[in-house]
């Protein structure tokens, strides 16, 4: 997904966008949010408008208080994704937002259909992983990080026969070298932190992004700014909890 506006547009976009920029405020977000779906229904489904529905539906559903709300905001994304998918099968953005929303919206969901959501999580991010594995901030490793941490058993059981050799190992390294390359992303360190807790039953390297956060500069990264001042919180609980 480019911040450049797509070719002969304006006006609405501008507004969704600066919209979008202004999502520190829950309500900005949720403005940009009905701004983008206005888009992708004047443009016929446009899968550029499509894919900032899917990515704004997954931020503001993240900071809903209830579950069905979340769940509400989180299948909202996911019908975007998919139908920007339709138009755009290489719209990157898309497809890692897809994703994303389906794998927040399986951990609200009973064990039966979760199950039935972790082949179409998996087969989204393996071609992710195959084109653009860095793609946002190295974004397909906290996806694969959080799916071994809150789903281990299904994600067992479907990765070698979705990505064959690609695992925890691999989604930890990829997590090191995000946070080494910079600017901080939290959720890199909450992620890093989980993963090798849940798979080594390691206390350190939680305790590490612990201490790692309480000195970054959370609007380093100005695109993350937001989601780190937002996620900074709940981040530490989880970390501390680690410990």
């Known amino acids: ?33 009905d701004l983008f779906e206005d888009l992708a229904r004047t443009e016929r489904g446009r899968a550029e408008a499509l894919a900032w529905v899917a ?41 890692f937002f ?11 969901v009973n064990v039966v259909r979760r199950a039935t959501f972790v082949p179409e999580i998996l087969q989204h991010m393996k071609i992710v992983w195959e084109t653009q594995p860095t793609y946002f901030r ?5 996806l694969l990080g959080q799916a071994i941490v809150r789903q281990p058993g299904l994600v067992s059981k479907f990765l070698p026969l979705v990505i064959p050799g690609v695992g925890a190992d691999t989604a930890i390294d990829e997590l090191r070298s995000a946070i ?27 305790r590490e992004m612990l201490e790692a956060l309480a000195s970054i500069d959370l609007d380093d990264a100005v695109e993350f700014a937001p989601e780190n001042h937002r996620d900074l919180p709940r981040a530490e609980r989880i970390l501390r909890e680690l410990l």
Not at 74 to 82: L, M, P
Not at 98 to 108: F, K, R, W, Y
Not at 138 to 142: D, H, I, K, L, Y
């Open 55 to 95: 990515r704004t539906a997954y931020y503001v559903g993240d900071h809903q208080q209830r579950s069905r709300d979340q769940c509400a905001f989180f299948e909202r994304g996911w019908k975007a994704g998919q139908k920007a998918l339709e138009r755009d099968p290489d719209a990157i953005g898309a497809r």
């Open 138 to 142: 190295r974004g397909p490793a906290r």
């Open 1 to 33: 997904m480019q911040r450049e506006l797509p070719t002969g547009s304006g006006g609405n976009w501008d507004d969704a966008l600066a919209s979008f920029d202004a999502r520190a405020d829950l309500e900005a977000a949720e403005c940009a949010l």
């Open 98 to 108: 897809t994703a994303v929303n389906l794998a927040s919206h399986a951990d609200l």
């Open 180 to 206: 080494d390359e910079g600017p901080p992303v939290v959720f890199t360190y909450q992620t890093l932190g989980q993963l090798t807790h849940a798979v080594t039953g390691d206390r350190e390297t939680p």
